[in-house]
């Protein structure tokens, strides 16, 4: 595989091709999944609930995220690296501009945070300081408690058109990329259409230009509710490598998503 910078996504997004991204949380799967020509490594804030067995994902620090971005950075090879900011990390602009910067100095080549338009600051000045952001919309996980559960968002029509505003404030403060969570497959169409930038997806439908699913699920080892959008590539797999391939060949020749697993 090629170094995979944020210019290899964007030229995705020019050709039509997908590109597959997986959360990778230490060095050995961060091998694995790079060997299986994964795109995008996540260090998602995700670790709280499946490496620590929390209910959700509020409890995870910093220092937590940090130690993992060192251990995924080991592994990653070629893959790009992107790490969570956690829950707190937008409280004020200075603190996002510090907890990213101990992200990037852990290893991690670009930063992913939840917000609305109201995190436009933020991401500004993380990215005028070189820091690629990628901004996370829709079911944001560090929200739970507000949104009265993991939910599927933008259901109707104003709240869609509120999200595809979102984006739009986002990417011209500077948002990379746009990372959109559990919203109807016509509203990941309509983002992604709508914008210049690579949008990730992850129960947003086929059509978005990247798709993200977390390790544990792909690999059928999560416990509790499993999400319509996940789908267990070890079920058909002979070893967890094969699942990765599997699930990255599925992506890149966009059978997955399908209906089935969309909203
Ligand atoms: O933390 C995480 O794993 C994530 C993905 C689900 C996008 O944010
Ligand atoms: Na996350």
């Known amino acids: ?131 690629p952001v990628c901004a996370h919309l829709g079911l944001t996980p560090q929200t739970v408690h507000q949104l009265g559960g993991y939910r599927v968002q933008g259901r109707e029509a104003a709240h869609a058109e509120r999200i595809i505003e979102d984006a739009r404030t986002l990417v011209d403060a500077g948002a990379s990329i746009i990372l959109l969570e559990c919203v109807p497959a016509t509203l990941g169409r309509a983002v992604t259409e709508a914008l210049d930038v690579p949008v990730i997806g992850i129960g947003a439908g086929p059509d978005t230009d990247g798709q993200i699913l977390v390790m544990h699920d792909v690999l059928g080892i999560s416990t509790g509710h499993t999400p319509r959008f996940v789908k267990n590539y070890m079920a058909e797999a002979s070893s967890i490598q094969d699942a990765f391939a599997r699930y990255h060949d599925e992506v890149k020749q966009r059978t997955f998503p399908t209906d089935a697993h969309s909203f």
């Open 1 to 131: 595989m090629k170094t995979v910078t944020l210019n290899t996504l964007r030229a995705h997004k020019r050709s039509g091709e997908t590109f597959s991204c997986l959360t990778a949380y230490d060095a050995s799967f961060a091998h694995a999944a790079n060997q299986a020509g994964i795109e995008v490594l996540l260090v998602g804030d995700s670790l709280g609930m499946v490496l620590q067995g929390h209910a959700s994902t509020l409890p995870v620090t910093l220092a937590d995220i940090c130690y993992h971005t060192r251990a995924a950075a080991a592994g990653k090879g070629a893959s790009l690296l992107m790490a969570d900011l956690p829950f707190m990390s937008n409280a004020t602009v200075e603190r996002t501009l510090e907890d990213a910067a101990a992200l990037m100095r852990a290893g991690a080549e670009m930063v992913k945070v939840e917000g609305e338009a109201w995190m436009a600051d933020g991401v500004r000045e993380m990215s005028r300081r070189g820091i």
